[in-house]
């Protein structure tokens, strides 16, 4: 199992976004704007930085 990590930043609000991106920012664990994380790097993941990628920032 790789251990590869991806960290992700908030840069942009989720005010007036759809429902389903917010909750998709939240679980990614972001919770505020240039909050910082480090997810494992997986294709759910991925898959959820993909859908939301306008508001964030992802390096790693």
Known sequence: MSDKKIKVTLVKSVIGTKQSHRATVRGL????????????????????????????????
């Open 29 to 60: 664990g972001l919770r505020r704007l240039n909050h910082t994380v480090e997810l494992i790097d997986t294709p759910e993941v991925r898959g959820m930085i993909n859908k939301v990628s306008y508001l964030l920032k992802s390096e790693g």
